[in-house]
């Protein structure tokens, strides 16, 4: 177990490495080093280090599971620590109403049942991105590119959603920049519908200065700055 001091200086560290790296994606693409938001995603790690993370400046917090994500989220809201909690992860309808108490972005919105299932359960507007499945295999999550444009049509409908743009996963096997390439294709697709809908969440730890060539305004990493750690009980 690292001591606590100790593992504050290792996450300053890191965080300070990850967001000179991501910095240096944006200088190499032509891109000014605030049009990406960094989200460190702090699946399989405690409460405590996304409290430290928060204190370091870090307010962009990622999350895959809701079980995981809202014992979290109300630890550090009872610390008084302000996080913005980005729901990452495949999302089932009968846990929106959880997500909807603490998220402030759900990255993961691809179906229109979905849509419905977050619009009534939010007390609060909700920032969604639509998850695209770039090699059409929804069975790992995500809209095919064909159903881009109604999907989008239901989130920019929704009452208590904001669309805000696409995400993405990289298929495996692929190239990242021609799967970065064709996200890209379908953030114009969505904002045909909503044009303000512009933000592309892209790129983890081994691809995102791929993503960040091709567009990404939000990167999701998470060892980068937190290590490596067996998975939680």
Excluded at 79 to 90: C, E, K, M, N, S
Excluded at 143 to 168: K, Q, T, Y
Aim: aromatic content about 4%.
């Amino acid at each position: 177990m690292v001591p606590e001091g100790s593992r504050r200086a290792q996450l300053r560290d890191n965080l300070t490495r990850t967001r000179e790296a991501v910095a240096a994606a944006c200088r190499e693409a032509g891109r000014e080093p605030d049009s990406v938001r960094l989200i460190v995603v702090t699946k399989n790690f405690p409460a405590a280090d996304a409290a430290t993370l928060v204190e370091l400046s870090q307010s962009d917090l990622g999350e895959n599971r809701d079980q995981e994500a809202a014992p979290k989220a109300a630890e550090l809201a009872e610390r008084g620590l302000d996080a913005t909690w980005h729901f990452v992860g495949r999302l089932q309808r009968n846990k929106a109403r959880s997500v909807a108490r603490y998220a402030g972005w759900v990255h993961s919105v691809d179906r229109p049942r979905l849509v419905e299932a977050l619009d009534r359960a939010a007390e609060r507007p909700i920032d969604v991105l639509l998850q695209v499945s770039l090699d059409d295999d929804t069975s790992r999550g995500g809209a095919s590119i064909g159903d881009l444009p109604l999907l989008a049509e239901a989130a920019a409908g929704a009452a208590s959603l904001r669309l805000r743009g696409v995400m993405a996963v990289a298929p495996l096997g692929w190239e990242p920049v021609k799967a970065f390439e064709l996200l890209a294709k379908c953030s114009e697709t969505v904002r045909a519908v909503e044009p303000a809908a512009a933000e592309i969440s892209a790129g983890m730890s081994g691809d995102f200065a791929a993503a960040v060539a091709c567009g990404a305004t939000m990167v999701r990493l998470g060892r980068n700055v937190l290590g490596e750690r067996e998975p939680m009980a």
